[in-house]
């Protein structure tokens, strides 16, 4: 049982570090994962920050330059040409800081998580493009002052622009989640709040995550074959030829 295209008009799409797995980015919590090697707590977290500014400059500098390093893959190209031709509303929330929904072309695009080439400056609060290490403390452009940090949301931290997230899943008739744990919430409530306000909610990924239960339906496989043929389904087969 899945869903019908011709029902479908509104769309909110998630994704997470999964997506952009084939394309090198390490994800958090497979095997060998990102928090294996780190602990949370010692480099993504505004008392780790406060505590050890260097370190956590050396873990979001070396990240920075790793995914200007990485190519988007065919998912992440598929969900830019939905975004390209869908014709009702559509919203492509990710809780990935790197750039490769942008570089696919991906428009209608909500960084929940913030974003690895931004840097905020924390004195003027300015947000700057940045594709430079922020270790060596430059000063920011706006203002002069060597204030600036990852504009990144730590753990702690409030996602951003989470009004617009909630008033497009009410709207919405499908809710896709791609390539996420559903380990971190509010993303991991999203399935829920799109399922009470009716949308058909299926799930994309390549193991269960911890959430599959909350599903209409889960289709487990890498998010380059499964989203390609997602977007076929709704755009007809000729769209990514
Ligand atoms: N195709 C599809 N899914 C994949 C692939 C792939 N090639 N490779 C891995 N996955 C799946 C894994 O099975 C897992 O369920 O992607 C998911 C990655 O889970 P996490 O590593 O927990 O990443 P994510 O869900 O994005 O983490 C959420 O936690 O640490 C915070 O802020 C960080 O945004 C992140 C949030």
Redesign the pocket.
Known sequence: MSFNPDTIRNIVVLT????S??SGIG????KG?L?EKHR?EDV?TPEAFAKDPDLVFRFYDQRRANIQAAQPNPAHWALAALDAHWPGMLTIVT??VDDLHERAGARRLIHM?GEHLSAWCRACDARTRWHDPLAHRPPCPSCGQSALRPDI?WFGEIPYRMDEIDLALVDADLFVS???????YP?AGYVQTARHYGAWTLE????P?QGSILFHETRL????D?VPDFVRELLGEEVLD
């Open positions: 997470g570090a999964g997506i797995a084939e994800t958090f919590r497979d994962g928090w949370i993504a809780q990935n998580h949301v791609i390539g996420t744990s559903g380990a971190v993303a994309l990924n390549l193991e995550s496989g890498k998010a380059t499964l």
